[in-house]
């Protein structure tokens, strides 16, 4: 699953268009999501822009995943954003002035020398460098690329798997919909029924002077993103001894952090350190998502609302994205093929894998993670099924992914059905993701 190799595939025009927009979304230590639309550095983006990068120029892909490594807080988190200053305060909401990172999130160990934000996303970090590694072993070697990013990769999981572990059951949690990178997924509706939204006129979403309001998420959602974030900020974004409102333990959240954490014993090996411990945390992670998140009668992960302590009863394909995981029980990635390729995600059938059950009432082609689909969770799925021996599906996946990333101007995401491009375009995964389908 970490190594399998790709099938070759050559598409001189596709492959141009995609280097064209990681080339003009390169800022010169980093890559941005969107120009426009987000114009700072991005944690996950930055993780599957570096996997796609790497065809392009090892080096730049190390100084992708180094630049966000380097505004790791002192507790080991990560950040989701980190401000590029050379950007107007108004372009993206919420801003630097909003987090306050450096002086909020001291006590957290937040970097006093550059801004970010004080949530994290998903861990795909570790899966990063180790591929990145892979595309040119000896340009790694030489710049001592995996012993510089182990240290800080290895606090980045205990991170999640110590403070972060606020359910006690071993798995990493989510205190805010933007944590999992799948905004306003309906698995956060019920949990976020309980939090008091932000006052309208407090802020300004920036968002939708980019973005059409019928494919971003509602100003409901935003008043509980503000209020969560705001909260959060005001305690010292402290995860112990706090009272958490919102807080899920997701699936697909913990599957990254499983790859990754496998990915974490190669990059230990490599650099002389022992894999052992790695491998047993990445089993004992493994135990946990199924014992905890495992729906037999959905075929399929749901996430954890914390609060409550049920299981979320809404099918995202954040349930699907297991699949990744190296060591999943047969009979459970036999039970995900077949939920996948079933009537709520229709893998196989129509151009690209929903975000969300396609039969479910709230179900919107349109709207960002409620129905669309994207093509990090699209390339996650095609590696999974790949890894798990089901070569025509990822084969069939793969080239449809890449007919519609051509087709739709690499677009943030795309109806299911049509493939026709919602959101922003020139969106910097989808072009890494696509290179690396090609490469
Ligand atoms: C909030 C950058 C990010 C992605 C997320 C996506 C969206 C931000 C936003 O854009 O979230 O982090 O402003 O909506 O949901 O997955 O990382 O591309």
New binding site residues.
């Given amino acids: 699953l970490l190594d399998s190799p790709m099938p070759a595939a050559d598409d001189p025009v596709l492959r141009r268009g995609a280097a064209r927009v990681l080339y003009a979304n390169w800022t010169g230590t980093s890559t941005v999501?969107?120009r426009g639309l987000?114009p700072h550095q991005?944690s996950?983006?930055s993780a599957f822009i570096a996997i796609g990068l790497r065809h392009l120029s090892a080096r730049r892909a190390q100084r992708e995943l180094e630049t966000l490594l380097g505004a790791q807080w002192a507790d080991g988190r990560v950040p989701?954003?980190v401000f590029n200053p050379a950007v107007p305060l108004d372009a993206y909401f919420p801003s630097p002035d909003f987090w306050r990172s450096s002086r909020d999130g001291a006590a957290a160990g937040a970097p006093a020398d550059r801004e970010t934000s004080g949530i994290v996303?998903p861990p795909v970090h570790a899966l990063a460098a180790w591929l990145v590694h892979l595309a040119d072993p000896e340009a790694s070697r030489r710049r001592n690329f995996l012993p510089r990013v182990y240290g800080r990769l290895k606090a980045w999981h205990d991170y999640l798997t110590g403070p972060r572990d606020l359910g006690g059951g071993g798995l990493a949690a989510i205190l805010h919909p933007?944590e999992p990178?799948?905004?306003n997924s309906p698995c956060w509706d019920a949990p976020l029924r309980r939090i008091e939204p932000a006052a309208a006129g407090s802020y300004r979403r920036a968002?939708l002077d980019h973005g059409a309001a019928a494919e971003r998420p509602t100003d409901l959602d935003y008043g509980r993103y503000v209020r969560l974030a705001t909260d959060y900020r005001d305690g010292g974004y402290a995860d112990a001894g706090t009272r958490h409102p919102f807080a899920v333990e997701d699936p697909g959240v913990n599957a990254l952090l499983i790859v990754s954490e496998h990915a974490l014993a190669r990059i230990a090996a490599e650099t002389g350190a022992d894999p052992a411990p790695h491998e047993e945390r990445a089993g004992r992670l493994t135990a946990a998502l199924v014992e905890r998140l495992w729906s037999p009668d959905d075929g399929m992960f749901l996430c954890r609302d914390l609060v409550g302590g049920e299981l979320i009863a809404e099918r995202s394909v954040a349930g699907l994205l297991p699949l990744i995981v190296p060591g999943l029980p047969r009979d459970l990635v036999d039970a995900l093929v077949r939920t996948a390729a079933g009537p709520g995600f229709r893998l196989g059938e129509i151009p690209m894998v929903p975000s969300y059950d396609l039969t479910a009432p709230v179900f919107d082609a349109s709207r960002?993670?409620r129905g669309p689909a994207w093509f990090n969770t699209g390339w996650l799925l095609e590696r999974g099924l790949r890894g798990h021996g089901r070569t025509g599906a990822a084969d069939r996946l793969r080239g449809s992914m890449l007919t519609a990333a051509g087709a739709c101007g690499f677009a943030e995401y795309v109806d299911p059905f049509t493939a026709q491009a919602r959101g922003t375009r020139d969106f910097g995964w989808t072009a890494a993701l696509s290179l690396d389908l090609l490469a």
């Fill in positions: 999501p969107s987000y991005w996950w983006d989701h954003i996303q933007w990178g799948m905004d968002d960002y993670w």
